[in-house]
């Protein structure tokens, strides 16, 4: 058996040397000039995904309200913008090696830590960790597109103009990690470490204290404490939402005739592939 299984990572490496030959023609093709023909199109694969691309549905928040999961990067960028418009903008945080012990020695691979956000209300932290570092740091993109909260925000004192800073006192906590959000009065700017400064910034929050405890050199975790904190804010109800809800059918239900009528595509499963 274990022979058998040793020959499936030989023709796994075999693959892996076609992919490289695949990059190199990528290359070419930039290199002759970048046209709209390279981008292949986007097939939805979900349901939400061909509801968004038929254009049923209008906003991430429509998403949200109904706290349906969003399982295609895709669909994070046909409402916040691809990266080149601007809207969404991303940053590495950190790259690590990180070791597993294996029989034959250590097997280093490359962790990294990757925050997207519009700078008004919308941020995701990704983690993903790869062979190569370039690797690690595409898939924490996408993984962080897919991560996309919404932040709410409020005011400190008075509602005079736009909303500033987090609504309530709020904590988030990683690891040994805790952090503590505490609305600022405006003008005061974000009072934090350098990692929650960053992630607080591409959520749009202009004035905040904040007050951590634990390991929170380890920045993994910090940015996960503060994500954390961010991701829970709209849990709150607080007295300006006590008014009555209307409920409305969820997405699914109400565009069920637009999703029977639309194409389905059948992915490939692993079992398919080999069978």
Known sequence: DRG?????????????????????????????????????EWVPVTKLGRLVKAGKIKSLEH???????????????????????????DEVMKVQPVQKQTSAGQRTRFKAFVLVGDFDGHVGLGVKA??????????????????????????????????????????????????????????????????????????GISDCFTS?????????????ATFNALSVLYGYLTPEMWKETKFTKQPFQEFTDDLSNLKIIKSKGIADKYS
């Open 4 to 40: 058998g299984f040793r020959g499936g990572f030989g023709g796994d490496r075999g693959g892996r040397g076609d992919r490289g030959r695949g990059r190199g023609d990528r290359g070419r093709g930039r290199g002759r000039g970048r046209g709209d023909g390279d981008k292949e």
């Open 63 to 89: 998403i949200y309200l109904f706290s349906m999961p969003i399982k295609e990067y895709e669909i994070v960028d046909y409402f916040l913008g691809p990266p080149g418009t601007n809207l969404l903008k």
């Open 130 to 203: 790869g062979k190569e570092v370039a690797n690690a740091i595409r898939g924490a993109i996408l993984a962080a597109k897919i991560n996309v909260v919404p932040v709410r925000r409020g005011y400190w004192g008075k509602k005079i103009g736009q909303p500033h800073t987090v609504p309530n006192k709020i904590h988030g906590k990683c690891g040994s990690v805790h952090i503590r959000l505490v609305p600022a009065p405006r003008g005061t700017g974000i009072v934090a470490a350098p990692t929650a400064k960053k992630i607080l910034q591409y959520a």
């Open 212 to 224: 951590s405890r634990g390991a929170s050199a380890t920045l993994g975790n910090f940015a996960k």
